[in-house]
């Protein structure tokens, strides 16, 4: 059974242009969570999704980011017009089952996409 | 407002003997704890979790106890191995669980 699978590993761009960071969860997984660390940081969570829907957007910067989990294909985390303090690891999580359910809030990682912003 | 902290950015313990990481949180609301363990180039792994309903969780070498009234819980690790050697995050969610709120980080080195 695949992991959570992120690409690409490594992301580089100049100021002003566009990142797009992809994630597919693990199989049987419909919960999908993105979350960056900035560096010597924990994480912060973002936002998280289920399939065609954004359950809770709280940690998303209100400007410039956005999220998607379609029907069919992976997570895309989207950064527009991205600027220098955008440069930060970016770690998407699945989980199986409704949070506050069973074995609930266990999240499986993926490898992480580091992006730096020149 | 850092909810959940993790006071000590590095531990330092010699191989065979216990390493214990600690973490403090603020909201009370938090109802589910879990560690996290992290090596460099890759994303966290789970290791352990517990329940506010539970003080104690063991698992194989790991063992983690919530002090509720202290807002304070702690991972030990015995015997620590030099593969333990990595950054551990302590991580907190509420009932409605969407979120993990993870503390700073420790990062433990276990030397042979």
């Known amino acids: 059974n695949a992991g959570v699978m992120q690409n690409p590993r490594h992301l580089v761009r100049r100021r002003g242009q566009e990142a797009r960071l992809r994630c597919s969860p693990m199989?049987?997984?419909?919960?999908v969570y993105w979350y960056r660390q900035l560096p010597e940081e924990g994480l912060k969570f973002m936002v998280y999704?289920?399939?065609?829907?954004?359950?809770?957007e709280s940690g998303m910067p209100k400007e410039r980011f956005s999220a998607e989990f379609p029907k069919e294909g992976p997570s895309i985390l989207r950064i527009q017009q991205v600027v220098r303090g955008d440069s930060a690891a970016y770690f998407c999580?699945?989980?199986?089952?409704?949070?506050?359910?069973?074995?609930?809030?266990?999240?499986?990682f993926g490898p992480g996409t580091r992006l730096t912003v020149l | 407002d850092q909810q959940v902290k993790q006071n000590s950015p590095s531990l330092s313990v010699q191989e065979g003997r216990i390493s214990i990481l600690n973490c403090d949180y603020t909201?009370?609301?938090?109802?589910?704890f879990l560690w996290y363990k992290k090596y460099p180039a890759e994303g966290p792994t789970f290791l352990i979790s517990?329940?506010?309903?539970?003080d104690k969780n063991e698992d194989g070498r790991f063992t983690v106890f919530l002090n509720k009234s202290a807002k304070h819980l702690s991972l030990h690790i015995v015997p620590s191995q030099p593969g333990d050697s990595a950054v551990y995050f302590c991580?907190?969610?509420?009932?409605?669980?969407?979120?993990?709120?993870f503390g700073g980080g420790t990062r433990l080195m276990v030397k042979p």
């Open positions: 999580a699945s989980s199986p089952v409704v949070p506050g359910q069973g074995r609930y809030n266990e999240q499986f």
């Open positions: 199989k049987g997984h419909s919960h």
């Open positions: 999704l289920q399939k065609e829907n954004i359950i809770d």
């Open positions: 909201n009370s609301m938090f109802d589910y």
């Open positions: 517990i329940s506010s309903i539970k």
């Open positions: 991580a907190a969610s509420n009932n409605a669980g969407n979120m993990l709120t």
